[in-house]
C-alpha cells in the first residue's frame, strides 16, 4: 500500500508493518507447542477418518507422534523430510498406473512447511542475518544464541511438524479419498487436487488459493490477523464439507475428529474422574450467553469435548483441557464474527488496540507512562506460552501480587506451567464453580429434590455456601481480579460488600450507647430501623447503577414461597414514611397479616430467609424476641372479625398507636377493638416473664407487670442508670 511522498517517490507503509509482526511474532511463539499439539490434532483426525481406519492408520499414530517429536529437534530427519518431498517416487498410484509423487504436488501448489500468512521465510533469513551480523560483544552474543533458539524451534516446526503431518495426511487420507472419488482422473488431476486440498487441511493456503488475491489486500489481512489462512482455510474447510468436488474427503475428516477428540477426551476423562465424559460435554452450541451477538444467547460451548484433567486448580476447583484446539474455528465465526475477529487480531493491532482503549486484554486499566511501556512490550513481545509463567511466581511468592498482575491464576501452579508449553487448559467459570458447589451441598430444594444449580438455592443456603471453604476464598481471589479487570457486576459486588460492612459498623455503635446507657429502648429500636432503611435504600440505589435485578420488579416470582419473601420486604418498605422513618407498629401489623395468610411452607422459607444479614448480638437479640412473642402482634387478627377491619386497624392504629378523637367519631369500632387489644396484651405480660421483660428492655413498654420482674428495671434497661426516661408505652 504506497504511500505517495515528494519528488515522486512512493513508501509502502505495510511493509514496515509487516516486518515488524512478523518480528514479534517470532518473539511471541519461542516455546511455545500449541502448534505442534495442534497438528497432532488434525493427524489424529486423519488417522480416525472412515478411509483412514480400513488403512490401519490408528495403529501408525503412536508411531507418527514419535516421529513429530524427532523432527522438532533433530535435524537429520528433517533433512530426509525435506529428501522425501523433492523425491519422485510414486507414494500411490491411480487406478490407471499414473504414479504420484510427493514432487509432483509440490509442483501442483503444495506449500510443505509454512503457512505463509504467519511469515514469510525472506522476512526470517533476513533477521536470522541480521542477527549474525551483530558486531562482536556481550549483547551481540546474546542476540545471536536468542536468533539460535528462535530458529530452532521454527525450523522444527514447519521444516519438521508441517511436512511430517502433511505427509501422513496425504498418504493415509487425501490422496485415497480423491482416487476412491474419482476413479477415472488421471494422475495430474489427483495431484493437482491433493496440493489444493493439503493446503486447506493443513492452513498452507498458496495465494492462488486465497480471496486476498491483490497484493495490498494480502498484506493488509496478514497485518490485522495472527494468521489469516487459518481462519481462511478452516471456513474452506467448512463449506467443502458442505458442497463441492471433493465433499465426501472433508466429511470423512470431520467425523475423523469426532472419532479422534471423542476418544482422546473421554479417556483423559476418565483416567481424572473414573467417568467418561457428561452429556453436557457433547453440545456444541449452548445458550444464554450474555455476550453473544446470536439471538437467544446461542454460542460456541467451551466446554465441548472438553475433559477433566487430573489435578486440581486454585481453591480446589477442576481445570479442564481444551482438546478441541483450531477446530472450532468455523462455528466461531459462524456464532460471534466480531469475536472471533478480535481474538485473531495481530499483535501490533491488539497493542494499539489495548493503548487506545487504556485496558489489557483482560480489561485492566493501564495509566501512566511506565503502565503503557510495559503493556506494549507484554503485548508485542511477551512469548505466549512462558508469560504464564507469572501466574506460578504470584501463587508462590504472594508479595509479588501487588507487581505481578493475574492472568488466568484460577488455573493453579500446575495448570499454569501446563498452559506455559502453549496446550490450553481451562479454569471453571464463576458460573460453572458455583453450579458445582451447589450440586455437591446435599441441599433440597422446598419439594425435597436435590439442588443442581446455584439459582436453586434458597438465600439461607447460599449464604451458607458462600462463607464455606475453600469456596469462600476462592470467590474472594475472583471478586478482587473482576474488580481490576471491571468485569460487569464485580463492582455492584464489592459495592453491596460495603453497604453491608457500613451498617454493621452503625449496629457496632449504636449498640455500645444502648449498653452504656446513652440511649433508651425505644430510640435503639427506631435508631435500628433508619439504619436498615438506609442501608436498604443503598443496596436499591446500587441495584440500579450496576443493573443488577434485569427482571420486572413489579412482577412476583411463580414460586409461591419466593412471592412470600418478596412480600415480606415490601412490607418493610410500605411501613416506611415519607421522612424514610421505619414506623415499628405498622411494621408489625402488616406482617402479622402476611403471616396469617401464608402456608406453613411460606412461613418456614420467609424464616430461613428474612434474616440473613449479620447483625450484632444486640440486634439478633431482638430479631429473636420479636420472632417468639410475635402472638403479641397479632392479638388484633384475632380480636377484629374481617379483612377489611384489620387493613382499617393497620392503617390508623398502626400509624398513631391508637385512635385520635376524629377516628374514634367515625370508626367506633376500632376504638372498641384497640380497648381490647391493650387488655389481651396487659393479660400476656403478667402471664408471660419473659415477654414483660422483653418489651420493657427494648421500649415497647414504660412498666414491667409481672411479679417476678420487679426489682430488674436497671438490669434489663441500662439507661435508666443514666436517668433516661424511654418513649415506650
Avoid at 106 to 127: C, E, H, I, P, Q
Avoid at 219 to 225: C, R, T
Amino acid at each position: 500500500m504506497p504511500i505517495s511522498l515528494p519528488r515522486g517517490k512512493e513508501f509502502d507503509i505495510l511493509g514496515p508493518i509487516r516486518f515488524f509482526s512478523t518480528s514479534a511474532k517470532r518473539f511471541k511463539l519461542i516455546g511455545s507447542l500449541f502448534q505442534h499439539v495442534d497438528f497432532a490434532t488434525r493427524e489424529g483426525a486423519v488417522a480416525f477418518s472412515p478411509m483412514a481406519i480400513r488403512r490401519g492408520a490408528p495403529l501408525k499414530y503412536p508411531s507418527l507422534v514419535a516421529r513429530l517429536a524427532n523432527v522438532s529437534l533433530r535435524k537429520a530427519p528433517r533433512d530426509q523430510l525435506r529428501r522425501r518431498v523433492l523425491s519422485t517416487k510414486a507414494i500411490a498410484k491411480t487406478e490407471d498406473g499414473g504414479e504420484i509423487s510427493l514432487r509432483g504436488i509440490a509442483d501442483r501448489g503444495a506449500n510443505f512447511g509454512v503457512d505463509l500468512s504467519m511469515w514469510k521465510r525472506g522476512t526470517m533469513d533476513f533477521l536470522e542475518g541480521a542477527i549474525n551480523d551483530a558486531p562482536e560483544g556481550v549483547t551481540a552474543a546474546a542476540r545471536r544464541r536468542l536468533g539460535g533458539v528462535m530458529r530452532f524451534f521454527e525450523d522444527g516446526l514447519f521444516d519438521g511438524v508441517y511436512r511430517e503431518s502433511q505427509i501422513f495426511g496425504l498418504e493415509n487420507l487425501i490422496i485415497p479419498r480423491i482416487i476412491r472419488s474419482h476413479p477415472g482422473w488421471s494422475a495430474n488431476d489427483v495431484m493437482a487436487a491433493a496440493a489444493d486440498e493439503m493446503n486447506v487441511m493443513f492452513s498452507t493456503l498458496g495465494i492462488w488459493q486465497s480471496v486476498f488475491k491483490a497484493p495490498n489486500t494480502r498484506q493488509f489481512v496478514h497485518a490485522l490477523m495472527f494468521s489469516s489462512n487459518e481462519s481462511e482455510s478452516w471456513l474452506k474447510a467448512g463449506i467443502r464439507g458442505v458442497k463441492g468436488e471433493n465433499a465426501a474427503l472433508w466429511r470423512e475428516y470431520g467425523i475423523g475428529f469426532m472419532i479422534y477428540l471423542g476418544l482422546v477426551s473421554n479417556v483423559i476423562n476418565w483416567a481424572s474422574t473414573g467417568e467418561s465424559l457428561p452429556i453436557e460435554a457433547y453440545q456444541l452450541v449452548a445458550t444464554g450467553n450474555h455476550h453473544s451477538p446470536m439471538p437467544g444467547g446461542i454460542s460456541y460451548n467451551s466446554k465441548f469435548l472438553s475433559p477433566e484433567l487430573p489435578f486440581l486448580g486454585r481453591g480446589n476447583v477442576p481445570v479442564h483441557l481444551d482438546v478441541v484446539g483450531q477446530a472450532d474455528t468455523v462455528f466461531r465465526w459462524l456464532l460471534d464474527p466480531p469475536g472471533a475477529l478480535t481474538a485473531r487480531y495481530n499483535l501490533l493491532p491488539r497493542a494499539v488496540t489495548n493503548q487506545v482503549r487504556g485496558t489489557d486484554f483482560y480489561g485492566r486499566d493501564i495509566t501512566g507512562l511506565n503502565d503503557r511501556v510495559q503493556q506494549g512490550l507484554d503485548d508485542l513481545f511477551m512469548p505466549i506460552g512462558p508469560g504464564n509463567i507469572s501466574d506460578i511466581v504470584r501463587q508462590q511468592i504472594p508479595a509479588t501480587r501487588g507487581v505481578l498482575q493475574e492472568r488466568e491464576g484460577r488455573l493453579g501452579s500446575i495448570g499454569s506451567a501446563i498452559q506455559m508449553t502453549g496446550v490450553n487448559v481451562r479454569g471453571m467459570t464463576t458460573p460453572d464453580l458455583l453450579n458445582r458447589a451447589a450440586s455437591l451441598s446435599g441441599f433440597t430444594t422446598s419439594d425435597g429434590s436435590r439442588v443442581t444449580s446455584w439459582s436453586q438455592l434458597e438465600p439461607a443456603q447460599r449464604r451458607a455456601l458462600d462463607s464455606m471453604e475453600p469456596l469462600n476464598s476462592e470467590m474472594m481471589h475472583r471478586q478482587m481480579t473482576s474488580i481490576e479487570r471491571q468485569v460487569t457486576g464485580a463492582e455492584a459486588r464489592a459495592a453491596l460488600q460495603k453497604i453491608d460492612q457500613g451498617r454493621l459498623d452503625q449496629e457496632e455503635a449504636l449498640q455500645s450507647l444502648f449498653r452504656r446507657g446513652e440511649i433508651d429502648g425505644r430510640r435503639m429500636r427506631d435508631r435500628y430501623g433508619d439504619i436498615q432503611a438506609e442501608a436498604a435504600s443503598k443496596r436499591i440505589q446500587a441495584d440500579t447503577d450496576y443493573n443488577i435485578w434485569k427482571d420486572d420488579p413489579s412482577k412476583l416470582p411463580d414460586d409461591p414461597n419466593k412471592a412470600a419473601l418478596i412480600n415480606y420486604y415490601n412490607a418493610f418498605e410500605r411501613s416506611t414514611n415519607d421522612a424514610g422513618l421505619l414506623e415499628h407498629d405498622r411494621l408489625d401489623s402488616a406482617l402479622s397479616t402476611l403471616e396469617a395468610a401464608w402456608s406453613p411452607e411460606q412461613r418456614a422459607y420467609v424464616k430461613r430467609n428474612s434474616g440473613l444479614s449479620m447483625h450484632r448480638d444486640l440486634f439478633m437479640e431482638l430479631s429473636r424476641g420479636r420472632e417468639r412473642f410475635a402472638p403479641y402482634w397479632r392479638v388484633h387478627n384475632k380480636v377484629l372479625g374481617n379483612d377489611a377491619e384489620i387493613a382499617q386497624y393497620e392503617a390508623f392504629i398502626g400509624v398513631f398507636g391508637e385512635p385520635r378523637t376524629e377516628i374514634r367519631q367515625t370508626h367506633p369500632q376500632l376504638a372498641e377493638a384497640q380497648r381490647v387489644i391493650s387488655a389481651t396484651r396487659k393479660r400476656m405480660r403478667e402471664m408471660l416473664p419473659d415477654l414483660d421483660a422483653f418489651l420493657f428492655r427494648f421500649g415497647y413498654t414504660q412498666t414491667l407487670v409481672h411479679p417476678s420482674n420487679q426489682g430488674r428495671e436497671r438490669e434489663l434497661a441500662p439507661w435508666l442508670s443514666n436517668n433516661l426516661v424511654t418513649l415506650g408505652t
